[in-house]
């Protein structure tokens, strides 16, 4: 079976302060790759989707980045954060094909100071 | 514009009654997925059923049961038996079938449900 792990659970950062969120899958290869910010009471924001190594699309400019250096391997990367950015973060996996659904990590949540 | 809207922000049931949390959607393409998410408070988002736009039957998946309304262009969420653990917030999703743009899901903005004891 497939799984999804997404670390750390929680993260404190300074303002200005480097990012890194990492986001495995197991069990299948190929998937589609996405991430996702919540702010509190809210919907999803859609930041980054992947469907290959080294293949990134940008929802939301913003100050942060992705990366898939292996092929279920998904990381998201600032140089700088800011507090805007402060969020609950959520790496999910699909196969292709309109009738499959994302399944998702158990989320970062993020608080800048 | 909206493409999924679900326009009750918070719903309460009492224990063992039916809820029905609403979702309307838009799009042209004439092949798409709707999918709907509960998410608890401890935050992990779980698939809870799907209905295809080709699909003649509603959707059932155990307590849940989806009503597809094609022409009106709507895909509620029924849950029979409510139980406490149902309190959760709950969000309804649209996948288009144009794969290109990476099979994204597009998600409404929530439904929280309270379900008394």
């Known amino acids: 079976s497939q799984t999804i792990h997404q670390w750390p659970a929680t993260l404190v950062q300074p303002v200005g302060s480097p990012l890194s969120l990492e986001c495995t899958v197991e069990?299948?290869?190929?998937?589609?790759l996405y991430w996702y910010r919540q702010a509190a009471g809210r919907g999803l924001q859609l930041l980054f989707y992947?469907?290959?190594?080294?293949?990134i699309s940008s929802e939301v400019p913003q100050n942060l980045s992705a990366s898939r250096p292996q092929d279920r391997q998904f990381i998201l990367s600032s140089k700088k954060l800011l507090l805007s950015d402060s969020g609950f973060y959520l790496c999910?996996?699909?196969?292709?094909?309109?009738?499959?659904?994302?399944?998702f990590g158990d989320g970062t949540r993020l608080s800048i100071l | 514009a909206q493409k999924i809207t679900q326009t009750q922000p918070g719903m309460f049931v009492q224990e063992k009654e039916a809820v029905t949390l609403d979702c309307t959607y838009d799009?042209?393409?004439?092949?798409?997925?709707l999918f709907w998410y509960k998410q608890p408070s401890s935050g992990e988002m779980i698939f809870l059923i799907y209905?295809?736009?080709?699909?003649?039957q509603n959707a059932t998946e155990g307590r849940y049961s989806l009503n597809f309304q094609k022409a009106r262009k709507s895909a509620n969420l029924v849950i029979s038996a409510s139980q406490l653990g149902d309190s959760a917030m709950y969000f309804c999703?649209?996948?288009?079938?144009?794969?290109?743009?990476?099979?994204?899901?597009?998600f409404g903005q929530g439904t929280e449900l309270s379900v008394k004891p």
């Open positions: 999910a996996w699909s196969r292709t094909g309109v009738h499959q659904p994302q399944h």
């Open positions: 999703a649209m996948r288009e079938g144009r794969e290109n743009q990476g099979g994204k899901l597009i």
């Open positions: 069990g299948t290869s190929n998937p589609n």
């Open positions: 209905q295809g736009s080709y699909d003649q």
């Open positions: 799009t042209s393409d004439p092949s798409y997925g």
């Open positions: 992947s469907v290959g190594i080294g293949q």
